[in-house]
């Protein structure tokens, strides 16, 4: 059994998927650092706030002074509150739309390079190709 698991892990594909996962897993952190750092605050600048902060008390609990006077979601969950954090969920999305449009473009060109080898591959060399034409001139 230890076999096959070593047979399993030594496999080109788990090293290929594990590489995989730790590349997505930093992307995933790079377009976070972006929506956090750039966008976010860019959007701010019209909204006057941060826009991943933007929420809508939903229910204020027992301590209403404190949620009253709470400025993030964090403070008004903390004191009690409950809360419907629509910028920090249109950050969230924004952030997939991103990734996912990266992962569309870097899909692409593996295509158009994997198109590239295959049509390189196909296409004889020149000597080949003399060959053959000489070869069906002699049939005609």
């Keep these: 059994m230890f076999k096959e698991f070593k047979d399993f892990i030594n496999r080109g594909n788990m090293l290929d998927l594990a590489i995989g996962v730790v590349i997505g897993a930093a992307f995933g952190k790079v377009t976070e650092g972006f929506m956090n750092f750039i966008v976010n605050p860019l959007v701010g600048l019209i909204g006057g706030t941060d826009f991943s902060q ?11 002074a404190a949620v009253d006077a709470a400025r993030t979601i ?11 954090g629509y910028g920090a969920f249109i950050s969230t999305f924004i952030n997939f739309v991103i990734v996912a449009f990266v ?19 196909l296409a004889a060399p020149a000597d080949v190709q003399l060959l053959t034409e000489i070869r069906d001139l002699l049939k005609k």
């Design 74 to 84: 964090a403070e008004v969950q903390k004191a009690g509150g409950l809360v419907l």
């Design 54 to 64: 933007n929420y809508i008390i939903l229910k204020k609990g027992d301590n209403v």
């Design 103 to 121: 992962m569309f473009l870097v899909i692409k060109a593996y295509n158009k390079v994997k198109k590239g080898d295959a049509e390189a591959v």
